[in-house]
């Protein structure tokens, strides 16, 4: 299961590897592994919360986030990605921005610095979102309960996550954007890049992910009426209309996990500046390391692990709510590439315990007889 699972990760961790020793001697293979690390370490959250989108997902779809998927992650977003934001902010073509990314490694490090404000405003706003919509929601199950109970109430109030991610973008705009940190240690007034850049962030939020939410809707609803006609689609045959309509479903899913992913992944890019800025050990070590953190979400999947330690993905939502702030945040203030890979870690180690502590609690008390005064009465 774990060969099966993780099979191409080792894979691309050996080719990767040999593919720097060639590239770079010895010195460009510790740059590899070292950056494989980090995007593991910064991403751990992001497989917690694509899990639960992809257990969603039959097979075929789950094969596709770990074929197509991982093409559009690894070429994608950690290696066009980052000369994509070199060609806008310099306004160069991108046969041009390809040249400086392997001819002129330090100007092509200090265009992506300076584009770090809207990079950081875009990915910190969509990811803003997705941990306010969680926290709003009403859930049976609840980790921190004397904070999510009064939250999933404030929830029934219309447009309040939207209303709060602009009081946020605004305040981050006015202060940090005002402020921005460039290259070279000077700072200098982004604040109307940074509001263009979130208001760009939390539309594609809503898009993305408002097509996702409603044929996952119509997708459920189906559901429920195949399950009521069961005899008599036994006897006329399974409807095509369902079958097509799964596929929009699983379609706009598996759209929302591949933005979800280049969100996830701007912290990893603009953290590997601080330890290269040639292209192509950062493509290989990103690269790696985005395989690692697709095979543990399929395995998540799974093993069922979700399911099990039922705080996971609340650890993983609410890293992402740190993250977001930290992105923000580092539109005018260094924040170092540990201490946000830290914070996940922490946050998502502390679910994970936590949700040790419930499954003692529930073995202890009886089962699941038990488990609705058991979830009750939880919070840490």
Known sequence: MLLKTFGWSFAVTALGLVAAVFYGGWTAFGIVAILSILEISL???????NAGILKKMNAFWQKIFLTIGILIAVFGMRLVF?????????????IEAVD????????????????????????????LMIFLDFIFEDRDIKWLGWLERPLAKLGKVDMLSVCIALIVLLISA??????????GGAHVDKAETVLLAGI?????????GGLSGYFEDKLEEEEEREHEAEEEAERTGKPKSAIKLAGKAAFFMFLYLEVLDASFSFDGVIGAFAITNDIVLMALGLGIGAMYVRSLTVYLV??????????LEHGAH???????????????????EVITGLVGVALIAWSFWSSVRRNKRLAAAGGDGDEAKAEVSSGV
């Open 200 to 208: 760009a962030g939390l539309i594609t939020y809503m898009i993305v």
């Open 82 to 94: 980052p000369v994509v934001i070199v060609a806008i902010s310099a306004q160069l073509g991108p």
């Open 174 to 183: 006015i202060t940090f954007g005002a402020h921005a940190h460039q290259h």
């Open 100 to 127: 400086l990314a392997l001819t002129d490694k330090d100007r092509y490090q200090e265009l992506v610095t300076d584009a770090h404000p809207s990079i950081a405003a875009f990915g910190g706003m969509f990811l």
């Open 302 to 311: 799974r093993q069922g692990t979700l399911d099990d330690y039922v705080y």
């Open 318 to 336: 609410y890293a992402i709510g740190a993250l977001s702030i930290i992105l923000l945040v580092t539109i005018q203030y260094e924040i170092h």
């Open 43 to 49: 991403s751990f959250d992001n497989a917690v919360v």
